[in-house]
């Protein structure tokens, strides 16, 4: 039966070649598209933990034992904060010890060793160039622990991590932040009665994490920089993929229909012969599943080394991160075998179900006929051509509208997978090159309508800031400085209907202090002479000396200018030693201004469009105390900039970063690039199955065509013999193709601009229109080279073999 098979596949060596070559790529697709995002999430994941440790959260200060925290089925890892230690004015370094699985399950890099003996130390790789940048391991220092000068050995240099981890939003340096000097865990002189812990389940779970938090009254916190920086992009990748694989099923699916489907069709005369000779449904069905099983064999065999091609071809394209393992998908894998499988047994057996209705003296004589039940309308048309073409597209009405759904799932794959990458990369016109912030939350109570931090507020030191700004490479510093808690505070006889406004969107009239209004969401900037002549060039620096400019987001009349010259209070509430203190100020008001007055230059407004923005004197900001440090920085460099200057603005940037635990840090160039990442992964795998869907749809186009050719053979016979050209008959079946190609552009453009209208995007249809030609005519080239396969092998044909009928 396996000899009988095989000879029968190698009669028809190109029928059998086209359709392992097709179900080659198919399968090489499919498992390349797991293989390659499975791959692409392995090496998110490993980033994730590396940036932002394994935890799903921490616990923090609470009156439990690491062994009751395991036997609730979750690994916790144990970590200790014991003292601080202040290196210079701006830098204070936590000392604490965190133990084995705390290090495994943030995923902390350690050069060395952690310490095990008394004296022994282990130093964050920042904090210890800036304790003793010529301290090496093994040698000895003396570090100030609990108000005692202990001499200490390095054992162990900790790669820098925690300015990228989550901390509280009330974070503060030695009380609820992260070691940078680590000491040993058994010293009980440094140990205290609650205890801190990372938290591990065994898949990241911040629902999980959420419930064990309620559990111990909220006492820590979830790793948010693990969920929605590290792994934001894991679970779409995933959804993406199996999109995309069965769009490729689906175009696969008509491939393999027509395929099989004229194969069999072919092969049924051979399968009458067997009849005759005995041989039952049931063993011509084994014979075909036999077929089938080769087939897919020599399938799977081209695969591997397609799949290797397309495995890279995607990581190079996209993520440019991941290895092929097939260790940990070979069960994903062996289901998409098993359907595709299927799927082939199916389609090949199904084709021979219709024809077993059929008298075995039909089938020996090949005699396949096909009823015309559209006659009456063909004969309404007079010329030859018209009605020859409406034979050839009523008289297979399947076939026909498969063609078209093919070329309209083709055009509708690349067209939609490249409108969600455009709408979901947005518009990057962002100038900036780096962005920091201090403290992307933090913790505040509601007293007297005023926000009290919970803890002072972590900031970028004024001095690191001026250093930076003189650096050479740099065009300018955006500075927001650190007024969080600082409330501005009007008379209400002096509320213009252009700040009465303001305070009702964002507030209200009764949000009072002491009798006065205050008005909310109020953006800081902070000038010096340079700076101030840039926002408004017709006026004197010295003469705004020691007071404030108001720059309203619009005005509603010319009444905001009788607050030219008086008064605006504000106001600071604060803990001190647990007392609540409050400061308060005065400052007269220079100008009032609108935003798109023409005398404002806006280099360094150009986020204030819709931001009620008050503008202080630098000087008199710093004398007063109004303020102490930036919370935020907009770095912008020249353009030019040579690789040393760059590499000396990027070490100063992360320098202001590095000592604040929970800080952000950006570079815009790297964020950008890893933002789009999963964009181009969705653009990317738009295209690339785009081309395979086109691919076979094109050789399920070509096949039918020359299947409907070959069934009519006899029809075409005769026509040549009567004097029709081969050139006539090709430029039927090409008139055909294109007729199928038009109809689907007509469908493809309807749903477009349908598309257009129903949903919301960034982009003007404009842009996509462009797109949308470039692909219609890739495909119509695509048909071109269709009708060119088709004319070559119709040249061949010899009128004689169409003429002859096979007993």
């Known amino acids: ?110 050069n060395g060793k952690l310490p095990i003996n008394e004296n022994e130390v282990a130093i964050e790789s920042f904090y210890l160039d800036k304790l003793d940048p010529t301290w090496k391991l093994g040698d000895k220092r003396e570090l100030l622990i609990k108000n005692k000068a202990i001499p200490v050995k390095l054992v162990g240099i900790v790669e820098n991590y925690s300015e990228k981890w989550t901390v509280p939003p009330d974070v503060e340096k030695g009380l609820n932040d992260l070691p940078n000097i680590f000491v040993a865990s058994k010293d009980e002189n440094l140990t205290k009665n609650t205890n801190n812990f990372l938290i591990r389940f065994h898949k990241e779970n911040k629902k999980e994490m959420s419930n064990l938090l309620e559990t111990y009254n909220d006492k820590g916190i979830i790793n948010e920089k693990l969920f929605f920086n590290g792994l934001k992009q894991y679970d779409a990748i995933p959804k993406l993929t199996v ?81 092929l393992n097939l260790s940990d998908i070979t069960n994903k894998v062996f289901v998409w075998v098993v359907v595709l499988f299927i799927l082939v047994v199916v389609m090949s057996t199904k084709s021979i179900n219709k024809f077993n209705k059929k008298s075995i003296n039909n089938l020996l004589k090949n005699n396949i006929s096909y009823k015309n039940s559209e006659n009456l309308l063909i004969n309404k048309f007079s010329s030859f051509t018209i009605k020859q073409l409406a034979i050839q597209l009523i008289q297979f009405p399947k076939q026909s509208l498969l063609i078209i759904f093919t070329l309209c799932l083709c055009i509708q794959t690349i067209l939609f997978s490249y409108f969600l990458q455009k709408e979901s990369e947005g518009i990057w016109d962002a100038k900036q090159d780096y962005y920091i912030d201090s403290q992307e939350i933090f913790g505040y109570e509601d007293i007297q309508n005023l926000n009290v931090l919970v803890n002072e507020g972590m900031t970028f030191p004024i001095e690191e800031v001026n250093k930076l700004e003189q650096t050479k490479g740099i065009e300018h510093v955006d500075k927001s400085p650190f007024m969080i808690d600082v409330h501005p505070l009007i008379n209400p006889k002096l509320v213009t ?41 017709s006026k004197e620096y010295e003469y705004f000396k020691g007071k404030i400019l108001l720059i309203l987001p619009q005005r509603n009349n010319n009444n905001d200018s009788k607050l030219i010259g008086e008064k605006l209070g504000f106001i600071k509430m604060f803990r001190d030693s647990g007392q609540l203190k409050t400061r308060k100020w005065e400052f007269e008001v220079f100008d009032v201004i609108e935003r798109a ?72 160039s790297f964020t950008k690039i890893e933002d789009t990442k999963i964009t181009s992964y969705l653009g990317f795998l738009g295209e690339f199955s785009f081309l395979i869907s086109l691919f076979l749809s094109t050789i399920s186009i070509v096949s039918i065509l020359l299947s409907k050719y070959y069934i009519k053979k006899r029809t075409w016979g005769i026509y040549m013999s009567l004097g029709m050209k081969k050139q006539s008959v090709i430029k039927l079946l090409s008139f055909e193709m294109f007729i199928y190609f038009f109809i689907s552009i007509i469908f493809s453009t309807l749903i477009f601009f349908l598309s257009m209208e129903v949903l919301n995007h960034i982009y003007p249809t404009s842009f996509y229109v462009i797109y949308y030609m470039f692909a219609v005519l890739f495909i119509f080239i695509i048909a071109i080279i269709g009708v060119f396969a088709l004319s ?6 010899p009128i004689l073999s ?4 096979n007993e």
Request: contains cysteine; charged residues 20%; hydrophobic residues 45%.
């Open 1 to 110: 039966m396996i000899e009988l098979a095989v000879r029968m596949l190698l009669a028809r060596f190109k029928w059998f070649l086209l359709i392992v070559v097709s179900l080659g790529i198919t399968l090489a697709c499919i498992i390349s598209l797991m293989t390659s995002s499975e791959a692409i999430k392995t090496s998110l994941q490993e980033k994730a933990y590396k940036n932002y440790g394994e935890h799903s959260g921490a616990l923090i200060g609470i009156n439990e034992t690491k062994l009751a925290l395991q036997s609730e089925g979750v690994d916790a890892g144990e970590y200790q904060l014991i003292d601080k230690l202040q290196i210079n004015e701006t830098l204070t370094a936590t000392i604490g010890w965190m133990d084995n699985d705390a290090f495994k399950i943030g995923h902390i890099n350690l």
């Open 243 to 323: 999109t995309f694989q069965m769009v490729i099923l689906i175009a696969a699916s008509f491939c393999f229909w027509g395929l099989f489907y004229y194969f069999n069709l072919f092969q049924l005369q051979k399968d009458a012969q067997l009849k005759v000779l005995g041989c039952r449904n049931l063993k011509l069905y084994k014979l075909h599943i036999i077929q089938c099983v080769i087939i897919f064999l020599f399938s799977i065999l081209l695969s591997i080394p397609l799949n290797i091609v397309f495995h890279k071809l995607i990581i190079k394209n996209t993520f440019f991160e991941g290895d």
């Open 497 to 537: 209907p252009s700040i009465e406004s303001w305070v009702k969107q964002n507030g209200s009239l009764n949000s009072l202090y002491n009798q006065d209004i205050i008005i909310p969401n109020v953006r800081y900037q902070l000038v010096d002479s340079e700076e101030f002549s840039e926002i408004v060039e």
């Open 597 to 668: 007055d023409s005398n404002i230059n806006n280099k360094f407004l150009d986020d204030t469009d819709s931001e009620l923005t008050i503008v202080l004197d630098k000087e008199m900001a710093l004398e007063s105390e109004i303020f102490t440090g930036y919370k935020d920085l907009t770095i912008y460099m020249k353009d030019n900039v040579s690789k040393a200057e760059e590499e000396l603005i990027d070490s100063l940037v992360y320098e202001m970063v590095a000592p604040i635990p929970g800080s952000l840090y950006q570079k815009i």
């Open 792 to 797: 070559q092998i119709i040249r061949k044909q």
């Open 802 to 805: 169409l003429l002859r009928i």
